[in-house]
């Protein structure tokens, strides 16, 4: 089974509410028993995830987390097969905010001094929520 990692952006929407504390209880639970890990991080505007498991889990996993109304405006950055996995650890780490010393982890990574996951690849993106879950380890 060919081992896969999948990155998306997207906003959260603003007319639903969110609770984190279940997201991640309902992550921990379904992510666990399809062996997908994980990383997402959520600077209470938009949410930057990676999964990676299985091809068929992440993908039908994926499909699932697009239809969820609680965002809006998903962008997938990266879908690749990969030898092993970033976050063998997490069944989904979670980093949340985006303070002082979160924005300057991010910022090694950007030629500017705005974080924008947009403007900059996918190797990148993963190289900073890696040290960001090195930070919270
Ligand atoms: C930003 C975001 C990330 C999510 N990540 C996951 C995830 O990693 N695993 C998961 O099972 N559900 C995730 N969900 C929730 C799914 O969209 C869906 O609500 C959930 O899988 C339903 O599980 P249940 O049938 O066990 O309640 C995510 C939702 C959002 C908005």
Same mark, same amino acid.
């Not at 092993?84 to 090694?108: A, C, I, N, Y």
């Given at each position: 089974?060919?081992?896969?990692?999948?990155?998306?952006?997207?906003?959260?929407?603003?007319?639903?509410? !969110? /609770?984190?504390?279940? *997201?991640?209880?309902?992550? #921990?639970?379904?992510?666990?028993?399809?062996?997908? =890990? &994980?990383? !997402?991080? +959520?600077?209470?505007?938009? +949410? !930057?995830?990676? *999964?990676?498991? &299985?091809?068929?889990?992440?993908?039908?996993?994926?499909?699932?987390?697009? =239809?969820?109304?609680?965002? $809006?405006?998903?962008? $997938?950055?990266?879908?690749?097969?990969?030898? @092993?996995?970033? %976050?063998? /650890?997490?069944?989904?780490? !979670? #980093?949340? /905010?985006?303070?002082?010393? =979160?924005?300057?982890? +991010?910022?090694?990574? %950007?030629? /500017?001094?705005?974080?924008?996951?947009?403007?900059?690849?996918?190797?990148? $993106?993963?190289?900073?929520?890696?040290?960001?879950?090195? @930070?919270?380890?």
């Amino acid at each position: 089974m060919n081992l896969t990692r999948l990155v998306y952006y997207s906003q959260h929407n603003p007319s639903m509410s !969110l /609770g984190v504390p279940d *997201l991640i209880a309902t992550c #921990h639970r379904n992510n666990a028993a399809l062996d997908v =890990t &994980g990383f !997402l991080q +959520f600077n209470g505007h938009s +949410f !930057l995830q990676v *999964l990676e498991g &299985g091809r068929a889990e992440v993908s039908s996993l994926y499909n699932r987390i697009v =239809t969820d109304p609680r965002h $809006l405006n998903v962008i $997938l950055i990266q879908c690749c097969d990969v030898r @092993e996995r970033m %976050f063998p /650890g997490w069944s989904m780490g !979670l #980093h949340e /905010g985006m303070d002082e010393q =979160t924005k300057k982890v +991010f910022l090694r990574y %950007f030629s /500017g001094n705005t974080v924008n996951p947009e403007t900059i690849g996918a190797d990148s $993106l993963l190289a900073a929520l890696r040290d960001l879950s090195r @930070e919270m380890a």
